[in-house]
């Protein structure tokens, strides 16, 4: 199998491990292939956008979602290291404002299935790190939320990079509400 998959405590949200061939010269991987992903996780997805951002150590990008449109999201970091984290929005759900979180390097080639229904974020540790995540519907900027990264009701424990008291947020991120006053699914 060229996956091994590993539910997280939010047993939707999976780390995906694929299987690196590496040698002397360097390594190949497949970062996704739609008849194993469905064979190793029984979800038979189609993406239809492929994002890629850059950001420096610090930066705190999240916790997104799409109220309408809601976007499936498969992870991963082709430079550098990120903390990832998926927050379950769904009010009838057992998990819900429950969160989950790995670690997602170039070096460990870890992803991350973020399923619809659940907010996203990322924080970088490294210099800088280059993310690239699949979606399974469109970005649409009217139904983007915002959940706030640091509501103490949800108690995500970031791990700042040393040096930082706080991350770097953009405005749409330091404006972001609390679970209590989000719009959930």
Same mark, same amino acid.
């Given at each position: ?12 949200? *999976? ?7 590496? @040698? ?11 008849? @194993? ?22 930066? +705190? ?12 999201? +498969? ?30 390097? !170039? ?17 970088? +540790? ?24 640091? @509501? ?16 770097? *947020?953009?405005?749409?991120?330091? !404006?972001? +509400?609390? *679970? ?6």
């Amino acid at each position: 199998m060229p996956y091994t998959i590993t539910p997280t405590n939010l047993p939707e949200v *999976l780390i995906v491990q694929p299987k690196v061939f590496g @040698d002397a010269r360097g390594f190949f991987y497949e970062s996704f292939n739609a008849r @194993d992903f469905e064979s190793a996780t029984g979800l038979k997805v189609e993406f239809v956008q492929d994002n890629h951002s850059l950001s420096s150590q610090g930066v +705190l990008r999240g916790l997104h979602y799409q109220i309408q449109h809601a976007q499936g999201k +498969l992870v991963r970091v082709v430079t550098g290291e990120v903390f990832d984290i998926a927050v379950d929005m769904r009010k009838n759900s057992a998990t819900f404002g429950q969160w989950a979180g790995c670690h997602l390097s !170039a070096e460990n080639a870890t992803q991350l299935w973020v399923p619809p229904g659940f907010a996203h974020g990322f924080l970088v +540790l490294s210099k800088t790190a280059e993310f690239l995540y699949k979606t399974t519907d469109y970005w649409y900027p009217e139904h983007e939320r915002s959940l706030l990264w640091n @509501d103490p009701a949800l108690g995500i424990e970031w791990p700042l990079p040393e040096g930082f008291a706080v991350p770097l *947020l953009a405005a749409k991120d330091a !404006a972001a +509400l609390p *679970l209590s006053q989000a719009e959930t699914f």
